[in-house]
C-alpha cells in the first residue's frame, strides 16, 4: 500500500522473463494505472515505503532483493534510482516498516534482520543484534521485542 488510497504491485515473472513493470490501483474506480518502469526486472523482492531521508516527513517507495540491489522511487520527479547496495545478493525479501520510517529486511535464507534507516544518499543497511529464530519466508509482518521481554519462559 503506497497510502488508504493507492496500492502498487510491481514486477514478476511471466515464465520468459523477469518484469520491470510497476502498477497503482487506486479504490477511486480508474483501475490499473501503468507507473514508471523500474531499472530492471525483480522478482522474489520485497517493497514497502520508506522516509525519503532523515530529514522530512515525505516518503518513498523502496523496492529490495532479487540480487543485491535496492530501487528507490522519487517522488518529486517519479523515476527510480539506486539506493544502497544489500549486505548481499537475497530472494524472497521481506520489507516491513519499522517505527521511525525505516525498514526491516528478512528473507528465506538467514536467520539475521538487516535495517535501513532512510532512503537519503548516507542510508546504509545495518545488521540488527536481533535475529529471527528460523529463517522467515512468505510474511509481510514482523516485530522486534527487546531482549529483557524476549528472555520470558512459558
Known amino acids: 500500500m503506497i497510502n488508504s488510497t493507492t496500492a502498487m504491485v510491481s514486477g514478476g515473472f511471466n515464465g520468459v522473463t523477469t518484469l520491470n513493470t510497476v502498477y497503482?490501483?487506486?479504490?477511486?474506480?480508474?483501475?490499473?494505472?501503468?507507473?514508471?518502469l523500474l531499472m530492471q526486472g525483480r522478482q522474489l523482492h520485497g517493497c514497502n515505503m520508506i522516509a525519503a531521508d532523515q530529514n522530512t516527513d515525505s516518503v518513498s517507495a523502496i523496492f529490495a532483493g532479487g540480487d543485491f540491489t535496492v530501487e528507490i522511487l522519487d517522488p518529486?520527479?517519479?523515476?527510480?534510482?539506486?539506493?544502497?547496495?544489500?549486505?548481499?545478493?537475497?530472494?524472497?525479501?521481506?520489507?516491513?516498516?519499522?517505527?521511525?520510517?525505516g525498514v526491516l529486511l528478512y528473507n528465506a535464507d538467514t536467520?539475521?534482520?538487516?535495517?535501513?534507516?532512510?532512503?537519503g544518499l548516507t542510508g546504509n543497511w545495518e545488521t540488527?543484534?536481533?535475529?529471527?529464530?528460523?529463517?522467515?519466508?512468505?510474511?509481510?509482518?514482523?516485530?522486534?521485542?527487546s531482549d529483557e521481554v524476549g528472555n520470558c519462559t512459558f
Open 128 to 145: 540488527l543484534a536481533q535475529t529471527t529464530a528460523q529463517p522467515i519466508a512468505w510474511t509481510n509482518s514482523i516485530f522486534l521485542v
Open 24 to 36: 497503482f490501483l487506486t479504490d477511486d474506480d480508474r483501475g490499473w494505472i501503468a507507473g514508471p
Open 76 to 101: 518529486s520527479s517519479k523515476s527510480w534510482r539506486y539506493g544502497p547496495n544489500l549486505p548481499r545478493s537475497f530472494t524472497i525479501v521481506s520489507l516491513v516498516r519499522d517505527l521511525q520510517g
Open 111 to 119: 536467520t539475521n534482520i538487516f535495517r535501513l534507516r532512510h532512503a
